[in-house]
Structure formats: C-alpha cells, structure tokens
C-alpha cells in the first residue's frame, strides 16, 4: 500500500470522484445513441465491450472499450495529479467499482476487465502493458476471452512485484479478486469446458 499522506477528507472526496466516473455506463449510453437497442436485452446482458460487440457494430464495441478503459485512467490520473498517489489507488478502485456496481443502473454493471486495464496502465504502465500482453498471449493460446482476463487480472500482482511497484500489489490483489468475482459464472462454465471461444457463433 501507498504511504497515505492525503487528509481522509480529501481521500473521500477522490473515492467519490472515481466511483461517480467509473460508474458511466458507455456501453449503454452508445448503444442507445447509435441505435442499437438496449444492451440488457442483448446477448449476456453485460453493459461491457464484449456484450456491445453482439450488437453487431465493432465501432460501438471498440468505442466502448476505449472509454471503459479511459474513465479508469482517468480517474487515476487526475487524482495523482491533484492530490497524491495514496488518492490516485484510491480512485482507481473506485471508478473499477463503479463500473461493476453502478448506482445507477442498480448496481448492477460489467465485469470490469477494460477498466481493470486502463487503470493500471496510467497507476504502472509497464505493469498495464505486461498484463495485456498476458492477455493478448493467453488469448491466442485457449482463444477464450475470458480465461485471458483472469490470467491478466492475476497476474498483475505478480508483473506489479517483479516491475517494482510494491505499494500497489495490494491493489492489484483486490481488483483480481473482484475480477474472478464478476466471472464466477464464466470459471463454472471453463470447469465444465463450455465457455466459449472468440470468434465462435
């Protein structure tokens, strides 16, 4: 964990800040904008990429992605900016909270992999960079997106230790656990060898 230096009012403030930005739900504010129906009642359901991605538009899809992850990001770096790196973790965990708990959306929001990554990517970029490319070598190896999230999402702790930024492997810890939280129903189906692989219909 980071040496906490910031006032826990002003840390309470930034938690408030990254959870209201991660809690926007991109996915489905494009997909009613480009007219392409409402994501709850689209494929899984999900508010992500992923489930965007049925809709049939990969600009929808790709757009979704960007944001999800950018909001994370976002968070991230203003909070460091403004106040510290104790309120940047902080806020990073609270836009990834608010991506998977919208109050808005009765918190019930995505898995959070796209704001799993671009939070890490503006706290450690080399760590971000090392979990998409175990992202990117797990997908190629199973063809299974989700598989290739919880490989990253785990791996993280470890790239963040051996990278050098201890004072987040806790971080990392807590994101990976609430990433395999968000899958639960995605491992039942990779222990019974039904998730599905990328591209299949």
Aim: net charge positive; charged share 10%.
């Amino acid at each position: 964990m980071p040496i906490l230096e910031t006032a826990p009012a002003v840390l309470l403030l930034w938690a408030a800040i990254g959870y209201l930005l991660g809690s926007i739900p991109f996915g489905m504010v494009l997909a009613r904008v480009m007219g392409l129906g409402n994501l709850r009642n689209i494929g899984s359901g999900n508010i992500g990429a992923t489930n965007v991605l049925r809709t049939g538009s990969k600009k929808a899809a790709a757009l979704t992605l960007l944001l999800d992850g950018g909001k994370g990001a976002v968070a991230v770096l203003i909070a460091r900016a403004m106040a510290g790196e104790d309120a940047a973790q902080l806020a990073g965990l609270m836009a990834f909270l608010g991506h998977c708990y919208p109050v808005w959306l009765k918190f019930k929001g995505g898995k959070g992999v796209a704001t799993f990554l671009g939070l890490i990517l503006a706290l450690a970029w080399p760590v971000g960079i090392a979990c998409c490319l175990t992202w990117l070598v797990t997908a190629a190896i199973s063809r299974i997106s989700s598989l290739s999230a919880l490989v990253a999402a785990c791996a993280s702790a470890i790239w963040m230790f051996v990278l050098g930024y201890g004072s987040a492997v806790f971080l990392s810890l807590a994101l990976a656990t609430i990433v395999m939280w968000r899958h639960r129903e995605n491992i039942e189906r990779l222990r019974a060898g039904e998730e599905p692989k990328i591209g299949a219909k």
